[in-house]
């Protein structure tokens, strides 16, 4: 049974940045993708990006391409979301999930099993 432990959220100026960082453990980390998501008050539950377990692929929504970063260090066992020029709307509670089977490459979050426990990202206007 994978656990996962994501920190790093927190209150941040529009236009700012912030970097989450989840732990994996209870499982061979290197051969699972491995998954950010967000969810905001009264909306959906979003992908923010995902990554496989080389760290060769990444997916991102639209909303965040091209201002958020999905990587991880499989040494450290660890996926790490950079987040760059932060807007009010990316304000959620952020999530990291791993999928059920190894070496998959998801397409959403149906295809994951395992979640953290959740971070808050506040970005003010």
């Known amino acids: 049974q994978v656990h996962l432990v994501e920190s790093g959220g927190g209150l941040v100026q529009a236009g700012g940045s912030l970097r989450l960082t989840c732990t994996a453990s209870?499982?061979?980390?290197?051969?699972?993708?491995m998954g950010w998501f967000r969810q905001a008050p009264g909306k959906e539950r979003e992908t923010a990006g995902i990554?496989?377990?080389?760290?060769?692929?990444?997916y991102y929504a639209d909303s965040v391409k091209g201002r958020f970063t999905i990587s991880r260090d499989n040494t450290r066992n660890t996926v790490y979301l950079q987040m760059n020029s932060l807007k009010p709307e990316d304000t959620a509670v952020y999530y990291c999930?791993?999928?059920?089977?190894?070496?998959?490459?998801?397409?959403?979050?149906?295809?994951?099993?395992?979640w953290g426990q959740g971070t808050q990202v506040t970005v003010s206007s």
């Open positions: 990554i496989s377990y080389s760290g060769s692929r990444t």
């Open positions: 999930a791993a999928p059920n089977a190894p070496f998959l490459m998801p397409t959403g979050s149906g295809d994951f099993g395992a």
């Open positions: 209870g499982r061979t980390f290197s051969t699972y993708a």
